[in-house]
T-cell receptor, first 114, second 116 residues
Framework: AQKVTQAQTEISVVEKEDVTLDCVYETRDTTYYLFWYKQPPSGELVFLIRRNSFDEQNEISGRYSWNFQKSTSSFNFTITASQVVDSAVYFCALSEETGNQFYFGTGTSLTVIP | DAGVIQSPRHEVTEMGQEVTLRCKPISGHDYLFWYRQTMMRGLELLIYFNNNVPIDDSGMPEDRFSAKMPNASFSTLKIQPSEPRDSAVYFC??????????????FGEGSRLTVL
């Protein structure tokens, strides 16, 4: 079974629209870590955020915000007022306390149309 | 501090040839990971090391693949002999434990391998 599911394969939005990228995870550990990474067309993987399982506070960083809900095992990512530079593939990832593996979702390809 | 450094950035080779990909992790990071990314399979973990010791190599596709980490600042991923289906982008990443916490992965820019 997939430990991290990103059901949205591709999303297209028009510039300035808000967009939410979904991430659902599965783990039996009580301590775990969730991450979002961005992969722009240039190919590198850029770290965006890390969350540990004990911190359910939502986080906002500029136009980016993250909604962590343990009750639904979700860690969704919202981009407000999207820009063309936000076009990229976004990956959600999980790392469990047992072991140090990182489990990546299949990614969501976001295209922001000018 | 420099990030994770991978070489070569691009490699084109013919089927049957040996390929060696190299990685220098961030200084002080005690975990090193090798990932492969393809359109069909996404990001796959091949192997990871902790303090230069391979911990989990269950993702290594077959015996043609091998990875080493002779010291804390260098790792190699070798494919011998290479096959066209090995064509992919290979990423190296490193991380550190931060007390009881798992640190984030820092990725290199990747090595794009094309096997003809």
């Amino acid at each position: 079974a997939q430990k991290v599911t990103q059901a949205q394969t591709e999303i297209s939005v028009v510039e300035k629209e808000d967009v939410t990228l979904d991430c659902v995870y599965e783990t039996r550990d009580t301590t775990y870590y969730l991450f979002w990474y961005k992969q722009p067309p240039s190919g590198e993987l850029v770290f965006l955020i890390r969350r540990n399982s004990f911190d359910e506070q939502n986080e906002i960083s500029g136009r980016y915000s993250w909604n962590f809900q343990k009750s639904t095992s979700s860690f969704n990512f919202t981009i407000t007022a999207s820009q063309v530079v936000d076009s990229a593939v976004y990956f959600c990832a999980l790392s469990e306390e047992t072991g140090n593996q990182f489990y990546f979702g299949t990614g969501t390809s976001l295209t922001v149309i000018p | 501090d420099a990030g994770v450094i991978q070489s070569p950035r691009h490699e084109v080779t013919e089927m049957g040839q040996e390929v060696t990909l190299r990685c220098k992790p961030i200084s002080g990071h005690d975990y090193l990971f090798w990932y492969r990314q393809t359109m069909m399979r996404g990001l796959e973990l091949l192997i990871y090391f902790n303090n230069n010791v391979p911990i989990d190599d269950s993702g290594m596709p077959e015996d043609r693949f091998s990875a080493k980490m002779p010291n804390a600042s260098f790792s190699t991923l070798k494919i011998q002999p290479s096959e066209p289906r090995d064509s992919a982008v290979y990423f190296c990443a490193s991380s550190e434990r931060q007390g009881e916490n798992t640190g984030e992965l820092f990725f290199g820019e990747g090595s794009r391998l094309t096997v003809l």
